[in-house]
């Protein structure tokens, strides 16, 4: 159920505090859950035609995941888990002008649990440039070419 009124077709934000500051939480709609849940099948369309892709997103859910990892089964991933203190996120969506301030303090505890901390690599930005991440990241890619987070998933009983 959705707070503060009716169902939006795609995105509803919803600002709100807590003790660590503002909140912006983001309830999809109807028409959200339509497009991100075509968004596995259209990542395995791209990829079985030659795509190499990076796929930015943040998931709350194993039914998203799982999405994820049976379409690209035929297929390597890197399953990489990009990390960051609260306090430098919050800064960083100031500093951005182009965030809702509050995401970040939203997500806190709902992204990196359970299955979903099931990650090949896990790489903390709190310090580190952009640059850096990809430079780890590629290291960790060239010196591990079988990668093995959704092999993990398909292994977890469910």
Do not use: W
Not at 27 to 43: I, Q, S, T, V
């Amino acid at each position: 159920m959705i707070p503060f009124g009716k169902q939006e077709p795609y995105l509803k934000f919803i600002p709100s505090q807590n003790e660590r500051g503002p909140t912006m939480h983001v309830d999809a709609g109807l028409e959200a859950k339509k497009l991100f849940g075509a968004m596995p099948r259209f990542a395995e369309m791209l990829a079985t035609e030659g795509n190499n892709l990076i796929i930015d997103e943040v998931l709350f859910d194993e039914a998203s995941l799982k999405a994820y990892a049976e379409n690209l089964k035929h297929h390597t991933v890197y399953y990489i888990g990009i990390f960051c203190d609260l306090k430098v996120m919050q800064e960083r969506e100031v500093l951005r002008r182009d965030r809702c301030i509050g995401l970040s303090n939203d997500q806190e505890g709902r992204v990196h649990q359970g299955t979903l901390n099931l990650y090949d690599i896990k790489v903390d930005t709190t310090s580190i440039s952009p640059f850096e991440a990809a430079r780890l990241i590629l290291k960790f890619i060239n010196d591990n070419p079988v990668p093995k987070a959704f092999q993990k998933l398909k292994n977890k009983a469910y």
